[in-house]
């Protein structure tokens, strides 16, 4: 270990093979960055056991490394759960492969690798992939600058797309900021995509109130469900523009009466504590964010891909379970 940059990354370090002959003055300094830390983070959950291959997908090549150091830290051991394989209709239990078990409450000593006997039981499916049919971003008026760099930009009307399509399937129309509705997806311009609100001053729920649909007009995404119900106002940020989101949707909860709704940051996984880190300044704490990550939508929509979800059979606790709030007495 070289260093360690707190609190998100990345970790320093130094490998080699003393089997061929090398030593700490052969090695090479390595990273394990910050982004595959908060993907580790955001798929750990107390009890239940984290295969770091399958977390990262086989990225990274220091995913081996940080295995062995979570290893060696007091919440975690290594086990071998049992693994469900079928073949020709029959199934059978077989060894399972190493993984890690974070168990917070129950320590062990730091610096050595604990094994925990456990009777869990895996069925490894095939990763599921999220598929975004042909897109391409509106070109910027002469004099006009894009706002977002073209990666970001385009990450930002896919995660927008899956909105759409989560909503349509789930029974909920979507209004789609004024300044994307010309996004091309599938050959089709966003805002006229089925299930996409034509016009706000159409909107019960908006148009009486005095400046609610300017406040509304350049939020990213906004669910309504029948004239009565807006289960969520969202919008898609990422790390440098997180403030401005949830200012957007504060002087939107300012020009409207008190009703429920939630108020959603979509966010890359690594952009967690800084969306955690803005939505509990005072003056955005009475919207009780929520924090809707990129992987979490695309699992949704995937899950909406290849299900026939519907209104009907989606309560509002599966819909927050894909979310987490940002102030824990929002839960």
């Known amino acids: 270990m070289v260093n360690v940059v707190r609190p998100e990354g990345p970790i320093k370090l130094k490998r080699w093979n003393p089997n061929k002959g090398k030593g700490v003055d052969d090695a090479a300094e390595v990273n394990i960055s910050a982004n595959m830390l908060a993907r580790i983070a ?3 959950r107390p009890g239940q056991v984290l295969n770091i291959e399958r977390v990262v997908g086989g990225s990274y090549n220091t995913r081996s490394a940080l295995e062995t150091l979570l290893a060696h830290t007091p919440e975690f051991y290594v086990c071998y759960p049992g693994r469900i394989e079928i073949s ?28 925990r006997k456990t009777e869990l039981v895996i069925s490894e499916m095939p990763g599921v992939e999220t598929v975004y049919e042909s897109l391409s971003l509106p070109v910027p008026e ?22 759409v399509m989560i909503g349509r399937q789930l029974g909920y129309r979507t209004w789609v900021a004024r ?5 091309i997806y599938n050959d089709k311009r966003i805002g006229e995509m089925s299930g996409v609100v034509g016009e706000l001053e159409s909107e019960a729920l908006i148009a009486p109130h005095k400046g609610a649909v300017h406040a509304a007009v350049l939020i990213d995404c906004i669910w309504f469900r029948n004239a009565k119900f807006m289960p969520a106002v969202i919008e898609i940020e990422h790390t440098t523009g997180v403030t401005s989101g949830l200012a957007r949707m504060k002087n939107l909860q300012d020009a409207l009466p008190p009703f429920y709704t939630r108020w ?11 969306v955690m880190q803005e939505a509990n300044k005072p003056m955005f704490q ?3 964010t929520w924090f809707f990550p990129y992987s979490a939508i695309e699992e949704l929509y995937s899950l909406c891909q290849r299900r026939n979800l ?9 819909l927050e379970s894909f979310m987490e709030p940002c102030l824990k007495s929002a839960a």
């Open 42 to 44: 955001n798929a750990a």
């Open 88 to 115: 020709s209709s029959t199934t059978a239990i077989k060894p399972g492969h190493k993984h890690l078990l974070w168990l917070p409450n129950e320590p062990h000593e730091q610096g050595v690798m604990c094994e």
């Open 142 to 163: 002469e004099g006009q600058e894009r706002g977002l760099d073209i990666e970001l930009a385009r990450r930002h009307a896919q995660i927008q797309v899956a909105l």
């Open 179 to 183: 300044n994307d509705r010309g996004i």
């Open 264 to 274: 959603v940051v979509a966010a890359p996984d690594e952009a967690r504590d800084k």
């Open 286 to 288: 009475p919207l009780k």
């Open 310 to 318: 519907t209104g009907r059979s989606v309560n509002e606790e599966f």
